[in-house]
């Protein structure tokens, strides 16, 4: 099963704008690794939340297409709410 989303650039940074882009459905995230500049990005939550239902998400190398351009990464890290079921961060790692 091959993972794709569509991610932007994220402007805004901090606590209260990682609330905001929470409270809209969104999740902040970041990509890094490489020879490349690390990204702040935005995703859909419920997308990633739907996926990550499967065990291929955390081993399979994922695209990201950011601003057109297809970058393919893998699951470094994920924060969880404590206890309801959203995510609150992911990093990724450039393959």
Do not use: C, W
Not at 38 to 50: G, Q, R
């Amino acid at each position: 099963m091959a993972f794709k989303f569509n991610a932007e650039v994220r402007t805004s940074q901090g606590k209260g704008a990682s609330r905001r882009l929470r409270h809209n459905g969104q999740i902040p995230a970041i990509v890094y690794g490489g020879k490349e500049e690390p990204i702040s990005i935005v995703l859909n939550h419920d997308e990633l939340n739907n996926a990550q239902a499967h065990e291929n998400f955390y081993t399979d190398t994922i695209t990201l297409v950011i601003n057109g351009k297809e970058t393919a990464v893998k699951v470094q890290a994920m924060q969880r709410h404590p206890f309801k079921p959203k995510l609150v961060h992911i990093d990724f790692k450039r393959v």
